[in-house]
């Protein structure tokens, strides 16, 4: 089974600010598939990021992903009201498909 | 615009069994894999079970044991899991999942149903 490993666990931050989250792979993500998903309180994942770089549809373009192999990241260049929730990682490339821990981003 | 309509939750007794329901709208069912994922209270994610887009092959996380069993109607549009020997554990909000494709595997999650709670409880 891959193990992903998300950090920071919380991550505080103000509006406007950089956001940068880590997910790391115990072992290699076959094809770069890892996804990213973003969930609010009550409510089910959204889909952000696919294919470790590539934004689902509707995404604003302030979400972006990167890395290969076991290394991924996501950033959210400026931080608007509505980006403080939970992320999660998700590895599709190897069953049992798995998800990170997750990582809160919350309001400084 | 796709959406996903869960049913079927409910507390349940250690032991007991429960059929989950996922009305399915705004794309082409029967074209696309499904799965279930489900979430413990305050917790994260775990992909339970999947299944084809004909239906014709199934995977459950091993954790499972044989106890649940996915299962679809394209003809109706409807996702199924039904769950027996239901233990405190199996306690989550079971999400119904559209995937990306037609197989299960290799595939992201592109949209998510609000979900239905299952609480084993006596």
């Known amino acids: 089974e891959i193990v992903l490993t998300q950090s920071p666990g919380t991550l505080s931050l103000s509006p406007g600010e950089r956001a940068t989250l880590s997910c790391r792979a115990s072992?290699?993500?076959?094809?770069?598939?890892l996804a990213w998903y973003q969930q609010k309180p009550g409510q089910a994942p959204r889909l952000l990021i696919y294919g470790a770089s590539s934004r689902a549809t509707g995404i604003p373009d302030r979400f972006s992903g990167s890395g290969s192999g076991t290394d991924f990241t996501l950033t959210i260049s400026r931080l608007e009201p509505e980006d403080f929730a939970v992320y999660y990682c998700?590895?599709?490339?190897?069953?049992?498909?798995?998800f990170g821990q997750g990582t809160k981003v919350e309001i400084k | 615009e796709v959406q996903l309509v869960e049913s079927g939750g409910n507390l349940v007794q250690p032991g007991g069994s429960l059929r989950l329901s996922c009305s399915a709208s705004g794309f082409t069912f029967r074209t696309y894999a499904m799965h279930w994922v489900r979430q413990a209270p305050g917790r994260g994610l775990e992909c339970v079970s999947a299944i084809s887009s004909s239906g014709h092959t199934t995977y459950y996380t091993d954790s499972l044991k044989g106890r649940f069993t996915i299962s679809r109607d394209n003809s109706n549009n409807t996702l199924y899991l039904q769950m027996s020997s239901l233990r405190p554990e199996d306690t989550a909000v079971y999400y119904c999942?559209?995937?990306?494709?037609?197989?299960?595997?290799?595939?992201?999650?592109?949209?998510w149903g609000q979900g239905t709670l299952v609480t084993v409880s006596s």
């Open positions: 072992q290699s993500v076959s094809s770069s598939y």
């Open positions: 998700h590895q599709y490339g190897r069953s049992p498909w798995t």
């Open positions: 999942v559209k995937a990306s494709g037609s197989w299960y595997d290799g595939v992201y999650f592109d949209y």
